[in-house]
Structures are given as C-alpha cells and as structure tokens.
C-alpha cells in the first residue's frame, strides 16, 4: 500500500520526537469498519496514552466515526473527557473501591452483582457485565452469569449497558476462539431473554480482523486503529501512524579493538565510523535490543546498533555508507526513510516481545507532534 506522509515541522532542537499521521488513524477506522459492516458500533480503545499516540489528540480525531471510547483506569477516562469528544467512555478494567463514588457519568465494568451492588450505593450507574470465556482474568465465570445478571437486573439505579467476553488467543488459535464466541452468542441470548436491548462484544482487534462474522452490537478496536494488524498476513490493509526519531548528536571515529558502551560487550574489529543517538531505554528504546542484529535508519540506511543500549543515549555503527552523517541529523527507531522501514513488530521481535509494549513503552520526553 502506498503512504504518503503529511508534512510535519520539527524544530531543529528537538533531540526525540514520535511524529502521529492522524489520517493514517482515520484510515485504519475505515478499514475496521469495512471489516464489520455497517451496523456494529466501534469501541475505540485509548487506554496507555492511545498506545503512546497521545490520547487527547487520537480521541478528537477518531470521535466523529466512533460511538465510544475505552480505558484503563479513572485518570485516563478524565483525559478523554478533557478532550471534550462527547463520546461515551468504558471503563474497562475493575476499579478500586475508592474510585466508585467518582465514576459518575461513565460505563463501568464489573464482573459480579456484588460489585454492582456497591456502584449503586454510590448512585445511578451504567455497567458492562464482564464474563469470562476462557481469559481467566476477570469476569463472572459463564457457568454463573446468568444467576449474576439475574440479581443485577433487580438493583435500583442500575441500567445494564452491555455485556462482554474477553478473546486470550484470537491471534493464535482459531479453533479455541470460535468455540468462546459460539458459547458466548449462545449465553448472550439467554441474557437477552432477561434484559432485552442488552448490547454484546466480544471482538478485540484479532477478533476484528479474523472473526467479522460475531461482531456483535460493538467492537473494542485497539492496535489496529494505530496501523499495526495482530495478523501480519493482513499488514497492508493497515498503515502504522506513529514514526519515532532521534537526532544524532555526536560522530566519532574509532580504531580497532575499542569497546563500546558499558560492559565492553562489542569490541571494533576495523576503524569504525559510530553516531550516538539522543534516545535511550528511558525514552523506551529497550535494552534487549542490544545485540540482537537491531538497526537504526540514518540517510535512508540501515546501521547496527552497537554495544549496549543506555539510558539516554544509543550508538549506532555508520562505517558502511554513513561517511556524510552529521550531528543533528534525523535518525529512524521507527518508520520509514527513503525504501527502508523498521516496524514496531520488527522492533518487538528482536526484543523478544510484542508491539503493544513498544508503542506503550514510549516515553513523555519523546516529543509527540501531529500532521494530517
């Protein structure tokens, strides 16, 4: 699929910056919505700062084709409503008992009628029952669902918004997953009977993706909404809208047999050209990318990075190709320069995990700046 990038400006001073293609997100919803057909509504998923995205910014953009958004805890819900997209906003992991009295206004997930018994205590509340299928994490087992909805219905001031399963392996094992959504279809309709109107979903971005045929009443669109599929054989109908860069700040030029960053764990075996980069694993670059065949992009290159990755600060090999780099140029940790691109996944596979925690992993000093 062909990109093409809005213009961003960057001030020349900035040492590391993530650039977000806000048309890139509008793309992405399109193609969520052209998978589940017209009628399911779309949960847009912002919990973790968007996936690093930025939530103010994802949320105002995604608001006008999505009906609800959906967090993690009170604070990132606050965030959203800041924004000040009108659109509903779901709590979707359990609150401390702290946090019921200030959900007001909000739909809040729980996964017992005790637990909704103590939301309306605190006033009227809107709930999305959680039952668990197979995720083992939270949810009122389905074996005891239809008793828990059965006392839920009776509280005062108490509306049931939604009910909902969890998929654990949507991405990886379909035989599991079809038989979780064929019981929960067949237990949604019971509940049903019990509350009619009830609103179900089930579909993570996987599940999205690889099962458009249950999407129910609502969808929880998470990573794919930021360009990256969970199935990789579908990657080009998605295009990632986050690129993280990095100036170099300084060129050396070292002899044979130097040790590089600490540990000494990667020692020059020729005179060797190096950039160091103004990002470390505090701004989120991990440390086990570190002699792991790990590249950094720089004047439309790929260079290794060499020796251990620190806090502030990466260097990078340029000996092959990098005898015009400078102080100050624009270096690639992810996206695209010229034909080459290195991928959050890329990233995620060399550092021996997946691309949620990448893009989560990057940090505030990172600049975020917005085109598109």
């Not at 993690?72 to 800041?82: D, H």
């Amino acid at each position: 699929m062909k990109r093409i990038a809005p213009p961003f400006d960057i001030p020349p001073a900035l040492r590391s910056w993530a650039e977000i293609n806000l048309s890139a997100l509008r793309h992405n919803l399109a193609a969520v919505r052209s998978s589940i057909g017209p009628s399911p509504a779309i949960l847009a998923v912002v919990k973790a700062n968007a996936y690093g995205h930025g939530t103010a910014e994802v949320a105002r953009a995604l608001a006008p084709n999505i009906e609800i958004f959906g967090v993690a805890n009170l604070p990132e819900a606050r965030e959203v409503i800041a924004a000040g997209t009108g659109r509903d906003v779901m709590l979707l992991s359990p609150c401390l008992p702290a946090e019921r009295p200030l959900t007001a206004g909000l739909i809040v997930t729980v996964s017992s009628a005790a637990e909704a018994a103590a939301f309306a205590a605190c006033g009227p509340v809107r709930l999305n029952f959680k039952i668990d299928t197979g995720m083992g994490r939270v949810g009122a087992w389905h074996d005891s669902a239809l008793d828990e909805v059965g006392a839920i219905v009776g509280l005062p001031g108490v509306t049931l918004h939604s009910i909902s399963t969890h998929l654990p392996s949507s991405d990886e094992d379909a035989g599991f997953t079809l038989g979780q959504l064929e019981a929960f279809a067949a237990l949604a309709a019971r509940i049903r009977a019990i509350v009619p109107g009830v609103r179900v979903h089930s579909l993570n971005s996987a599940g999205i993706l690889a099962f458009p045929a249950h999407a129910a009443d609502i969808v929880r669109a998470g990573l794919v909404l930021y360009g990256i599929s969970p199935l990789p054989a579908i990657q080009d109908r998605f295009l990632p809208a986050l690129s993280w860069k990095a100036r170099v700040t300084l060129v050396r030029n070292l002899p044979a047999g130097t040790g590089i960053s600490y540990g000494r764990t990667f020692l020059t075996s020729r005179p060797t050209r190096t950039a160091v980069l103004a990002a470390g694993y505090a701004d989120g670059f991990p440390r086990q990318l570190a002699g792991r065949g790990t590249c950094i992009l720089i004047g439309g290159r790929r260079h290794p990075v060499v020796g251990r990755v620190t806090m502030d600060q990466v260097v990078v090999d340029i000996t092959d190709g990098g005898e015009s780099i400078a102080a100050g140029d624009e270096a690639v940790l992810i996206g695209r320069q010229g034909d080459e691109e290195i991928t959050a996944a890329e990233l995620a596979a060399r550092a021996d995990t997946i691309p949620w925690e990448i893009l989560t992993g990057i940090q505030d000093r990172v600049a975020r700046i917005y085109a598109g």
